[in-house]
Nanobody, 119 residues
Framework: QVQLVESGGGLVQAGGSLRLSCVAS????????MGWYRQAPGKQRELVATMPSGGGTHYADSVRGRFAISRDNAKNTVYLQMNSLKPEDTAVYSCNARYITTFRDYNYWGQGTQVTVSS
């Protein structure tokens, strides 16, 4: 089992910045691909960014160049630095940890943190 706890959300004006953090506990953090997803009211959840343990990143087109995902395996923490925020970035942001083996898909979610960007 993996427990994920997000923090860092809040209200910010357009053009501002926020940094989200997600602390993981309960398993070997370095095994997992860590990711951030978001869900706006009335919309489906969408991928924001992912980062496997060995490095490399993947971003949604809508956030590439503005957001940056990073992880500190020693602290069991993944971050999402969000710059140049836009009102359309308003959503609940959730942390995800995923590790797939031959026999099982380990897939865990945090409770989410609200990000609201005012125009």
């Amino acid at each position: 089992q993996v427990q994920l706890v997000e923090s860092g959300g809040g209200l910010v004006q357009a053009g501002g910045s926020l940094r989200l953090s997600c602390v993981a506990s309960g398993s070997i953090f370095s095994r997992y691909v860590m990711g951030w997803y978001r869900q706006a009211p009335g919309k489906q959840r969408e991928l924001v960014a992912t980062m496997p343990s060995g490095g490399g990143t993947h971003y949604a087109d809508s956030v590439r160049g503005r957001f940056a995902i990073s992880r500190d395996n020693a602290k069991n923490t993944v971050y999402l630095q969000m710059n140049s925020l836009k009102p359309e970035d308003t959503a609940v942001y959730s942390c995800n940890a995923r590790y797939i083996t031959t026999f099982r898909d380990y897939n865990y979610w945090g409770q989410g943190t609200q990000v609201t960007v005012s125009s």
